[in-house]
């Protein structure tokens, strides 16, 4: 294959595009992999995706937490919300500026919509020049106040930075480990 080819190909993406294609047709006869297998190769020929080395570090123990924290997050909220309306309390909603520690947008990306699926949060605006998320919160007692959503949230994006970012993003943003296993103070 010519390098400007094997740059924009990828094995793991075509393995992917090609089991949607399987998926897609329901079928394993051998006209429909080869179809798959010229789709997968073309797309990826005439949509290039950028080249984002050193972006991802999947830490399995980290993200077994993120998901399962995540999960129990959506469970908690989803009754406080439910408790909520039903009963019919008042509440106070609030819009709060959450700092981040890192403005790369896919870990921003990652952080807002985990935190806008919780039922009663949701971001209304991601601001990569202030590093910061500004999130409406339906009931900001329930959430400990403005300082109770800003650790809510912090802790949201070390868990997301801890499962999934490299170990330079770790450093910069202060969540590297000492060997002692203690966070650095960075």
């Avoid at 020049?129 to 339906?138: C, D, I, P, Q, R």
């Avoid at 994006?157 to 960075?186: C, D, H, I, M, W």
Wanted: charged share 15%; aromatic share 8%; net charge positive.
């Amino acid at each position: 294959m010519p390098a400007k080819v094997r740059r924009h190909v990828s094995f793991s993406m075509t393995a992917w595009l090609l089991l949607v294609w399987l998926a897609v047709f329901g079928s394993l006869d051998w006209l429909v992999i080869v179809g798959g297998l010229l789709v997968a190769v073309g797309v990826q020929i005439v949509f290039p995706l950028p080249i984002m080395p050193n972006l991802w570090h999947v830490r399995p123990v980290s993200f077994i937490v993120l998901a399962l924290r995540f999960l129990y997050d959506l469970l908690v909220a989803g009754v406080q919300v439910s408790w909520l309306v039903v009963s019919g309390h008042p509440h106070e909603d609030g819009i709060v500026k959450c700092p981040v520690r890192s403005d790369n947008p896919v870990y921003m990306t990652m952080v807002a919509v985990m935190t806008s699926m919780v039922p009663g949060t949701i971001v209304v605006e991601a601001s990569r020049t202030e590093k910061a998320l500004y999130l409406h919160v339906l009931d900001m007692k329930t959430h400990g106040g403005i300082e109770g959503v800003r650790k809510e949230v912090s802790a949201q994006e070390k868990r997301v930075l801890l499962a999934f970012a490299p170990s330079k993003v770790l450093r910069e943003t202060g969540l590297a480990r000492s060997r002692q296993g203690k966070e650095s103070a960075v």
